[in-house]
């Protein structure tokens, strides 16, 4: 059974495996269809029980992800002791390991994920990076909790919502006024006070004030591509995608 993918165009790391899950291939039905992969959005338990084993078996993963309850903010938690049993899944926006065969998980759909990883390849992290957690410093918590120097990093930011589908308010624009580049992030829309936002452009100025040494966008957009992607902008009651990364036992 092959699921469709979506992984950085040249690996961050030689041990480091990343990987997108696409809309397709999956059990759940109606506005979830098909491989919704989280719990917490109205879908069917037992078709989303069904997508994660499915996407288990389908990828060969070393081990069940550890999945996070997102709440938009910036904890970043060690999956070393973190994995827990049945639905008391830890409240985090990251994660970093430096276990081999610990898979690592964000949900999205139209947020950004954003895998980081030591080029040597030791350690790896991901990040939920809505603009409430971006602007809040999710990264920047990603990077501090994988305790190795930024220059050393390689950064992925995956598929999300582009600004031509992000229209937002001056709420969100004052909330990156301290965000290197801004203004070029952030285009006039309707009237004075929207504007289309540039998450992903954001989200790699936040990265490269931090030093990360290598950042790759993967340019896909959540809300242009309703036959690829779930977007809740778009759609509002819909699945989620995972983005996973491990390092390869």
Do not use: K
């Not at 409240?91 to 970093?96: G, I, N």
């Not at 980081?116 to 971006?134: E, I, Q, Y």
């Not at 937002?168 to 504007?195: C, I, K, L, S, Y």
Request: one cysteine or more; proline letters at 6%.
């Amino acid at each position: 059974m092959a699921l469709d993918r979506i992984a950085p165009d040249a690996p961050l790391a030689p041990q480091v495996r990343v990987l997108t899950t696409v809309r397709t291939g999956g059990v759940s039905t109606n506005g979830y269809a098909s491989l919704n992969l989280a719990l917490h959005v109205g879908d069917a338990p037992d078709a989303v029980a069904r997508n994660r084993r499915r996407l288990r078996q389908a990828l060969a993963l070393p081990g069940e992800p550890l999945w996070m309850r997102q709440v938009h903010g910036t904890r970043a938690i060690r999956a070393e002791g973190a994995q827990v049993v049945d639905e008391d899944v830890p409240v985090a926006d990251a994660a970093v390991t430096r276990t081999p065969g610990q898979v690592l998980a964000v949900l999205t759909a139209d947020c950004l994920p954003v895998v980081l990883a030591a080029r040597d390849g030791h350690a790896v992290g991901v990040a939920h990076a809505g603009w409430r957690g971006l602007a809040a410093g999710v990264l920047e918590a990603a990077v501090s909790a994988l305790e190795a120097p930024a220059a050393d990093l390689a950064a992925w930011i995956g598929p999300g919502i582009s600004a031509a589908c992000y229209e937002v308010d001056d709420v969100v624009r004052t909330a990156f006024a301290d965000t290197p580049g801004m203004e070029q992030a952030f285009m006039p829309a309707r009237d004075a006070e929207h504007w289309y936002c540039d998450l992903a452009a954001l989200a790699e100025a936040r990265l490269r004030t931090l030093g990360v040494g290598a950042v790759e966008q993967s340019g896909l957009c959540t809300g242009s591509s309703p036959d690829r992607f779930y977007s809740y902008r778009r759609d509002g009651e819909t699945g989620r995608m995972a983005t996973l990364a491990w390092i390869v036992p």
